[in-house]
């Protein structure tokens, strides 16, 4: 699909004549107060599989005999994070992190955000109170601007009600990695291969490995000084009577990056549901408040937008476009891509 949004875009016969996007798909940080997503991270899942055999055997005839292709899954991802950190160990994952600016820990702790509240909303206080970090610029950094990487599960084991005493054939490992801008990721594929190589060597097993990248998306940052983001933001003030905060988002909405790569046009996450609506999990819910909120924040955005002076801000200092310029299709947009500082 995104190939084909680009070749469209192109062409000249999709999506040519837009001046700005718009996308609502993620959450506040909190319960009640609204944000402006300007950043998501990338993402890289993984297949990890290691087989033993052509099919299932007994653990009571060859426990003990053969290499076990569970028991090298099991230390091949135990080897990806370290427990009680969540650093990953994978050599040269963190070489192309930016290091934090001051300016940017300023805008970290400028933000409203509740840990208690946190831990409340995604169902975690009442099983483990303990977080990896207690300080609340470490713990979002760590949602957004970091990479991590998590385990998300087994194929191949059995894992239905009662007791079953096989030897998996093959188990099949999957994780994936949240990716943050100037991480590539294909040069993350070829490091995360080379170091499961690297470990499963040092096992000395027989077993055959296999480490496939299944999907990928690279990390998106836009610029919080765009007039799409003036317009936002105006429509939050006037519709909450507080002006928003400016965040990013620890998941991957990869058309985002789609669309602005195919169009080279400004691109806007507007979220207007809360921090506790369970997104993708049991009893998910949208607060009546918020829908009706959001109602009103549109419209007054896209009022906003169209109250725009000019077709290009007051502060650029880039020639004015010529009337054929203008007649151009998306024109009224391109012209917020200027070359000065503004």
């Known amino acids: 699909m995104f190939e084909a949004i680009a070749d469209q875009a192109q062409s000249g ?47 009571g005839v060859l426990g003990g005999v053969v290499h076990e292709a569970m028991t090298d899954l099991i230390h091949l991802m135990a080897s990806l994070v370290e427990p009680g950190t969540g650093k990953i160990l994978v050599d040269g994952i963190m070489e192309d992190v930016d290091p934090v ?27 483990s109170d303990k977080l990896l970090s207690d ?10 601007r970091y990479p991590t990487l998590s385990l998300h599960g087994i194929e191949g084991a059995f ?44 096992l000395g097993s027989p077993n055959k490995l296999k480490v496939e990248m299944v999907h990928s998306a690279k990390a998106w ?29 620890g998941g991957s909405i990869p058309i985002t990056s789609a669309f602005e790569d195919a169009t080279q046009m400004n691109v806007l996450l507007l979220p207007v549901g809360a921090c506790d609506d369970m997104a993708h999990s049991q009893n998910e819910k949208f607060n009546k408040s918020n829908m009706l909120n959001a109602i009103k924040v549109l419209g007054v955005y896209l009022h906003e937008l169209g109250n725009i002076k000019g077709p290009k801000p007051s502060k650029c200092r880039c020639e004015p476009l010529t009337p054929e310029d203008l007649a151009m299709p998306g024109a009224f947009a391109r012209a917020f891509n200027c070359k000065c500082e503004m």
Request: proline share 4%; glycine share 4%.
């Open 221 to 249: 940052l836009s610029s919080t000084t765009h007039p799409n983001y003036d317009a936002a933001a105006k429509a939050i003030e006037r519709v909450y009577g507080v002006e928003p905060d400016f965040t990013r988002e």
């Open 13 to 59: 016969k999709f999506l040519n004549d837009v001046d700005f996007f718009c996308i609502s798909d993620n959450y506040w940080l909190g319960k009640t107060k609204p944000c402006i997503t300007y950043g998501l991270r990338g993402l890289a899942y993984f297949e990890l599989s290691v087989q033993c055999a052509e099919q299932d055997l007994h653990s």
């Open 135 to 144: 300080d609340k610029v470490s713990v979002l950094m760590n949602r957004w």
């Open 159 to 202: 894992s239905d009600v009662g007791a079953k005493t096989v030897i998996p054939a093959k188990s099949i490992g999957k994780f994936s990695m949240r990716l943050v801008p100037n991480q590539d990721p294909d040069k993350v594929e070829k490091q995360t291969k080379a170091y499961l190589a690297k470990v499963f060597e040092k």
């Open 101 to 127: 600016t001051e300016e940017e820990r300023k805008l970290y702790e400028s933000i409203e955000f509740d840990l208690e509240e946190m831990k409340e909303s995604c169902k975690v206080k009442t099983i």
